[in-house]
């Protein structure tokens, strides 16, 4: 009962914590903390460490990303409880939003949504398959977790969790930044980005910390688009360019549309 206890009074202070950090923002944590109730979000972790948020309320995948022998793959989802964990097993309830929600069910599938007995932390694995419609299509689905007789909602932010997935290479979050560089978003200038802009490609060290590179590489690219602060990106942007220069590339291989090119 100690620990239980102890462990409640960590949590509260979690949770009040998590409301300084996110008060000038939307994103709301537990308006009013009761000791008797657990609460229950999704918690996969945010990997940006600059992020206001801890973690996610989105997670995108392709296959095209992945070993191409890959014929599914599973997703642990953590889900956190505050409050109270209890000796007997617990089921959580979630929906899926269908408005928000564009998929074909019989790729999908999920585990039982169940909190362990003893955990405060517990995982919903959901397996996708790697179906033929995959290659032109973009599919998505939002899990909404839902209060039941044994949680109420925690974390508002992460109350829901939207899965986005397809057999193709999808826009970085970082080519909006990176736009007057790279132009329009094809995915053939992103795969010839990735064999260019390796991991270790760049042995520059990151700006802000001083940390020792290699850092930057197509996956976690610069947070600003300015040549002098980072040179040796930009030198293999010069690369990217002049490959589409010199090879004629056109989308999807369609030589009756414009080839691609930089700006």
């Known amino acids: 009962m100690k620990r239980i206890i102890q462990h409640i009074g960590s949590s509260l202070i979690i949770l009040l914590t998590g409301s300084m950090f996110t008060g000038c923002s939307k994103n709301k944590v537990v308006e009013t903390f009761n000791t008797n109730k657990s609460y229950i979000y999704f918690a996969q972790r945010n990997t940006d460490n600059r992020a206001v948020e801890l973690y996610i309320d989105s997670l995108n995948y392709s296959f095209a990303m992945d070993n191409p022998n890959l014929d599914e793959k599973t997703f642990a989802i953590p889900v956190k409880i505050a409050g109270g964990a209890s000796q007997q097993s617990r089921s959580y309830t979630y929906s899926i939003a269908a408005q928000s929600s564009n998929f074909d069910a019989s790729l999908v599938s999920f585990s039982e949504p169940v909190i362990g007995s003893g955990k405060y932390t517990d995982t919903l694995y959901i397996r996708i398959k790697k179906g033929t419609a995959l290659r032109n299509n973009i599919m998505w689905f939002t899990l909404q977790l839902k209060e039941n007789n044994d949680f109420a909602i925690g974390n508002?932010?992460?109350?829901?969790?939207?899965?986005?997935?397809?057999?193709?290479?999808?826009?970085?979050?970082?080519?909006?930044?990176?736009?007057?560089?790279?132009?329009?978003?094809?995915?053939?200038?992103?795969?010839?980005?990735?064999?260019?802009?390796?991991?270790?490609?760049?042995?520059?060290p990151d700006l802000i910390t001083a940390a020792p590179g290699p850092i930057y590489y197509w996956n976690n690219m610069p947070t600003s688009a300015i040549s002098s602060w980072y040179p040796v990106t930009f030198m293999y942007v010069n690369y990217l360019k002049q490959y589409f220069i010199e090879h004629p590339v056109y989308p999807n291989g369609d030589n009756t549309q414009p080839r691609i090119l930089l700006p």
């Open 156 to 204: 508002k932010y992460n109350e829901k969790l939207r899965i986005i997935f397809t057999n193709q290479l999808l826009e970085p979050k970082w080519w909006f930044t990176w736009r007057n560089q790279f132009g329009t978003f094809y995915p053939e200038i992103y795969e010839r980005w990735i064999q260019i802009y390796y991991l270790g490609a760049d042995p520059s």
